[in-house]
């Protein structure tokens, strides 16, 4: 079905004037027709599974195994990482940077007199050291 718009270019009749024709309309005129009856009737009806190939039914979930479903997720993963491969440099560089940066901080906090001193009172304190 196509928008008001765009339906007008599609209309047959050209001696007719256009009048724009609804999904329901449309719908209804289809069935009421020969090939949309039959259509209606043959999917009304349900499939006789013995009157059909016995390979053209799968009987498994899956068409493949579970290691060749793997083999080929993971080679697609590994194309799209190919593709992206500037991003995941660049974002592996700014987390590096930022442990960097906050092992450096770890290390200036611990490691002030006072810190190490209130660590070590805390720890004698505790029985530990």
């Known amino acids: 079905m196509t928008s008001k718009k765009d339906q ?3 209309w047959e009749h050209k001696d007719q004037s256009y009048r724009f024709v609804t999904a329901e309309e449309f719908s209804e005129a289809f069935q009421s027709f020969h090939v949309g009856r039959r259509l209606g009737d043959e999917l009304g009806t ?3 599974k013995s009157k059909s190939h016995p390979a053209a039914l799968t009987t498994k979930k ?3 195994g579970k290691w060749e ?3 080929a997720c993971s ?6 990482m190919k ?3 500037f991003v995941y440099i660049f974002k592996l560089g700014q987390v ?5 940066r906050s092992h450096f901080n770890i290390f200036n906090i611990m490691f002030r ?3 190490c001193c209130i660590v070590f009172e805390v720890l004698s304190a505790l029985g530990i050291v």
Do not use: A, H, T, W
């Not at 080679?75 to 799209?80: G, H, I, K, N």
């Not at 590096?96 to 960097?100: A, G, K, Q, T, V």
């Open 8 to 10: 007008e270019q599609y």
């Open 46 to 48: 349900e499939f006789d």
């Open 62 to 64: 899956y068409g493949v």
């Open 69 to 71: 479903m793997y083999k």
């Open 75 to 80: 080679s697609r993963e590994y194309l799209l």
């Open 83 to 85: 593709r992206n491969s």
């Open 96 to 100: 590096s940077l930022e442990i960097c």
């Open 113 to 115: 007199p006072q810190v």
